[in-house]
């Protein structure tokens, strides 16, 4: 079975903490994706990488930065936690980018304080 | 720009009774659309895609070009069925594909 597995379900850290989130895949893909999922605003992303080291800001990355140095693992990091960064953050994999077997991981909840 | 519309926010459906989630694009290229679903406590997974032309779980949607649209249809709707469901819209972005999302809807169906 295939799997994205983001190290935390849940997380709680105070503002101005440095954050890592945490995202391997077993499928041997290329294309690693996070999204923040927000009530009414839906997802939006923030970072993907289609290759390693290699990255590609989205739609909203201020306030994030992202590291791929195996194809496995794509991190996202807080670099200054802020109240306005509480959200769930899903991690997606997938063989092609344009969307055919998008595979998710189960998020983070992060709640920053 | 590129753009996925979902209008309603919170659907309340009877059990039994059709649904039906609108789904609107805006995009210049050709596009590929597709559902996703999460039900509660899951992991968000693909429902169907346009290019599929398949029925899951009941579930269709059709692209009309014409209308820019792509709204999930299911006749008769089921308690299983209750979830948060999302129109994505696949885009090119410098050069590489990537999927846009609108912004959910909630379906909640009533016993």
């Known amino acids: 079975d295939v799997k994205v597995t983001q190290s935390s379900r849940y997380l709680v850290k105070r503002t101005g903490e440095k954050v890592f989130l945490e995202c391997v895949q077993d499928?041997?893909?290329?294309?690693m994706f996070w999204y923040r999922q927000d009530p009414g605003l839906g997802l939006r992303l923030i970072y993907f990488?289609?290759?390693?080291?290699?990255?590609e800001k989205g739609d909203i990355p201020e306030g994030y930065s992202v590291s791929r140095e195996k194809k496995e693992r794509f991190s996202l990091i807080l670099e200054s936690a802020s109240t306005n960064q509480t959200s769930m953050y899903l991690c997606?994999?997938?063989?092609?980018?344009?969307?055919?077997?998008?595979?998710f991981g189960s998020g983070t909840r992060l709640t920053v304080v | 720009a590129q753009r996925v519309t979902q209008p309603e926010k919170l659907l309340s459906v009877f059990k039994g009774a059709p649904v039906e989630l609108k789904c609107n694009y805006s995009?210049?290229?050709?596009?590929?659309l597709f559902w996703y679903v999460q039900y509660s406590r899951q992991r968000l997974q693909l429902l169907l895609r346009?290019?599929s032309r398949e029925s899951i779980k009941g579930f269709t949607a059709d692209l009309n070009k014409g209308e820019t649209s792509f709204h999930l249809k299911k006749p008769f709707a089921q308690e299983e069925d209750s979830a948060m469901y999302y129109c994505?819209?696949?885009?090119?972005?410098?050069?590489?594909?990537?999927?846009?999302f609108g912004k959910g809807n909630q379906v909640v169906v009533i016993p």
């Open positions: 997606a994999s997938s063989l092609t980018a344009g969307g055919y077997g998008y595979t």
């Open positions: 499928m041997d893909h290329e294309n």
């Open positions: 990488s289609y290759d390693v080291k290699m990255k």
């Open positions: 995009y210049s290229g050709s596009p590929e």
């Open positions: 346009h290019i």
């Open positions: 994505a819209l696949s885009v090119l972005y410098y050069g590489n594909n990537r999927l846009a």
